[in-house]
């Protein structure tokens, strides 16, 4: 579903007037990519790498000239497969800190996976940019990845309570800001709002996919 919205968004915020106005995509939604945090947690053996390289390759050769990869924990493998690639990979987790330090943002709180948090893909983005972060205890860690394992993913409700009392854990840490590091986590600003402290990561990469592509996003 994260997929889908993203997809959403870019079709959305491009200004266009007919069909051939809006960008051309050529999507990849393979269901059976092995699970990123289990492999990044040694949970699992199973490598999303090879999949991951295989289905940009096909991309590639279907005619796509740039990739954008709307999931937070798969940039663990960026750099390996942007290194595989003949065209550019946007990276969100770059671009989603890049507009943090924009709004003036000093201490960036991180709502991730437990891979994505491990892998510190966001803890070093945020140091290479000259910024603090912030991070739930491992209680409100947990809780979070109920959130998006237990809850978003089998499209469960959402324990909005809960949420709220693991960003509030950030604000009280002196968090200016909190990324929604994960494409599940889009979608709770999706379906209930939440206000400027947070900062959806699959809207940067939807709004910079569009800019790169060489059209103004409009409606964000």
Do not use: W
Not at 47 to 68: C, H, K, S
Not at 69 to 89: E, G, Q, W
Not at 100 to 106: I, L, M
Request: proline fraction near 4%.
């Amino acid at each position: 579903m994260a997929g889908v919205y993203f997809y959403q968004m870019l079709i959305e915020h491009t200004p266009a007037s007919r069909d051939q106005d809006h960008l051309d995509v050529v999507l990849s939604g393979r269901a059976s990519t092995p699970d990123r945090t289990a492999y990044i947690l040694n949970q699992s053996r199973e490598d999303p790498f090879t999949i991951m390289e295989q289905d940009a390759q096909n991309l590639v050769r279907y005619g796509a000239t740039m990739i954008a990869i709307p999931c937070n924990t798969a940039h663990y493998f960026y750099d390996r497969l942007a290194r595989s690639l003949t065209v550019p990979v946007l990276n969100m987790v770059e671009l989603t800190v890049a507009q943090a330090k924009a709004q003036g943002c000093t201490r960036l709180g991180i709502l991730a996976t437990s891979g994505t948090v491990a892998s510190h893909t966001y803890q070093r983005a945020c140091r290479a940019a000259g910024l603090d972060y912030g991070l739930p205890d491992q209680e409100g860690q947990e809780a979070l990845m109920e959130i998006i394992y237990g809850q978003i993913k089998p499209g469960r409700k959402v324990d909005l309570d809960t949420f709220h009392r693991i960003a509030r854990s950030l604000r009280d840490q002196g968090c200016q800001r909190a990324v929604l590091g994960c494409t599940e986590l889009s979608l709770i600003k999706r379906d209930y709002g939440l206000d400027d402290f947070f900062i959806d990561s699959s809207e940067v990469l939807a709004r910079e996919t569009i800019r790169a592509c060489g059209k103004e996003p409009i409606g964000f």
